[in-house]
């Protein structure tokens, strides 16, 4: 079982999210977490949400908890303060589950 995290955001800075990316992949691997899909959206047609979406991707872990250290992690952190929050207008949970692997 892995548990997974879909992911919808808004990013309007392309460069600086690559950043965000590059710094905290390092970081996501040591939790046992990895990337499963990824995509760029030009057009969402239907959206329990006000907030815009462009970018869409999944996120996995070992378990919840591993999820959870990686998040709350310093390291992450100081990261996402100087790249993700200058790179990305708005972001929305659009699920949490466990998974079969």
């Known amino acids: 079982m892995t548990y997974e995290r879909i992911m919808g955001i808004e990013v309007t800075d392309d460069e600086e999210y690559q950043k965000y990316r590059d710094g905290m992949t ?8 990895k990337f499963g899909f990824d995509f760029k959206v030009s057009q969402v047609l239907i959206s ?4 815009e979406i462009n970018r869409v991707f999944t ?3 070992p378990n919840k908890e591993k999820m959870n ?3 709350s992690d310093p ?3 100081a ?4 790249h993700f929050e200058a790179a990305v207008m708005s972001k929305t949970v659009i699920s949490l589950h466990e998974k079969s692997s």
């Open 59 to 61: 996120i996995e872990f």
């Open 79 to 82: 990261i996402k303060e100087r």
């Open 48 to 51: 329990k949400t006000s907030e």
């Open 26 to 33: 390092p970081i996501l691997a040591s939790f046992g977490g």
């Open 75 to 77: 390291e992450y952190l």
């Open 69 to 71: 250290e990686f998040f």
